[in-house]
């Protein structure tokens, strides 16, 4: 298999075109092709490209959506060559090609793909290579829905201390190869922000039950972006990401395994598949539910999300939302450089684009909650 090297991406040479297509790169996989369908009938007329190394698979979804195909390898010896009103990354870009050659042409940019140490590694790389067009990182979880719907809840209460996510996984739910490689990181301890105090925890620790629609269910802590950021954003002294498995026996076998260090055992390239095996679901389709609660002051409020397309149809949600945001489509201005979804100047606006994307979507804690949020 060819790894790319600092060569070849020295000949990547990607040209900002305003009049030109979108391109989506990894386009054509399982959260591509939602948000493939999701901006069509959001922009109608919105030139569309779906990239990606094997273009024939895309063939039926371009003729469905009216997108032209290109190959495009982010892992390959051909130099990344084409021109583009603004890219969105729906695949893996281990070596930040597709965000240093967009960042370096002026090309607006989007990104729902990066675990935190790679959202560091992206900003790493943006004070080094400053860019010249919007770059939104929204790989919170659901491609940035989590803080951006925590940004508008806070804004309610005029501030956040603590902004608390449960995330309910079914594991009936489809999710493409390119996505097991985020549950892959089951091994690595990360930083929360607890009580204004960073701590260094363990995945799949610190269980909670958490009330999601008629039930309690097990959560345990996972590694995702907005731990990061909204602290910094909101200046929130408590932000934790939980997630629960639909299949409660499978929470508690994944922390046994956890406990044991079988996924610290099983890492690496030669246990990959039996890894994978692990973790990947039926594929068959499934819900989205996550409920997000936020306090300030002995205030709250909490919001409950479910999308019952699933985790691919809710993540090309907050994805086309960071797309809109990066044009500069959603009502406000194009941000300059780097921005977190959560940075919105009127993320309530959320709410209500959340339901016209097919959104299931309650918040309690105040019967005006929604309308003072917007
Ligand atoms: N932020 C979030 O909350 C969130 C939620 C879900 C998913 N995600 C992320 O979204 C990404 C996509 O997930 P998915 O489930 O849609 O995966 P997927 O179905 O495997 O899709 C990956 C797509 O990328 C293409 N691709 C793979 N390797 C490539 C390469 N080297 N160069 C160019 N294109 C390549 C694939 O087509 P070819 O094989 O033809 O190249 C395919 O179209 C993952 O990185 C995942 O972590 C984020």
Redesign the pocket.
């Known amino acids: 298999m060819h790894s790319e090297t600092q060569e070849d991406i020295a000949r990547d040479t990607l040209r900002y075109d305003p009049e030109g297509a979108v391109v989506l ?10 948000v493939a369908r999701m901006l069509r009938a959001r922009h109608p007329s919105m030139p569309l490209v ?9 063939s039926a979804l371009a003729t469905e959506v009216g997108a032209t195909l290109q190959a ?5 010896p051909a130099p990344l060559d084409f021109s583009a009103r603004a890219v969105i ?5 281990p070596m930040d090609r597709l965000l240093r050659a967009s960042t370096q042409a002026g090309i607006p940019y989007a990104d ?4 935190t140490a790679r959202v560091q590694q992206a900003l790493a790389w943006m004070a080094v290579e400053p860019p010249r067009a919007a770059v939104v990182l ?9 803080p951006l719907v925590g940004a508008a809840l806070a804004r309610e209460l005029g501030g956040a201390s603590a902004i608390d996510t449960a995330i309910l996984y079914d594991l009936a739910d ?9 549950m892959d990181r089951m091994h690595v301890a990360f930083e929360v922000m607890e009580d204004g105090q960073r701590q260094v925890v363990e995945p799949l620790s610190g269980v909670r039950r958490v009330r999601f629609e008629d039930r309690a269910r097990r959560v345990v802590r996972i590694d ?2 907005e731990q990061l950021t909204l602290p910094m954003v909101l200046g929130a002294r408590t932000v934790s990401t939980r997630i629960g498995f639909s299949d409660e026996s499978a929470t508690i076998a994944f922390q046994v395994l956890q406990g044991m260090g079988l996924f610290h055992l099983l890492r690496g390239e030669r246990f990959r598949n039996l890894r994978r095996a692990l973790l990947r679901g039926s594929g068959q389709g499934g819900r989205a539910v996550l409920r997000i609660d936020v306090s300030r002051g002995g205030e709250s409020r909490s919001a409950t999300l479910v999308d019952a397309r699933g ?2 149809h ?2 090309a949600a ?2 086309t939302l960071a797309l809109e945001r990066a044009l500069g489509l959603d009502g406000d201005a194009p941000p300059r450089g780097v921005v977190f979804p959560e940075q919105s100047a009127s993320p309530g606006r959320v709410l209500e684009a959340l339901r016209s994307l097919g959104v299931e979507l309650e918040v309690r804690g105040g019967a005006d909650a929604e309308r003072r949020a917007a």
């Open positions: 790169v990894g386009g054509y996989g399982v959260v591509g092709a939602e779906l990239a990606g190394r094997t273009p024939a698979r895309g495009v390898d982010l892992s390959g990354a729906l695949v893996n870009d729902i793909t990066r675990w929204a790989s919170g979880w659901m491609g940035g829905l989590v489809r999710a493409g190869e390119d996505s097991i490689e985020f995702t972006p985790q691919a809710l993540t907050g994805a």
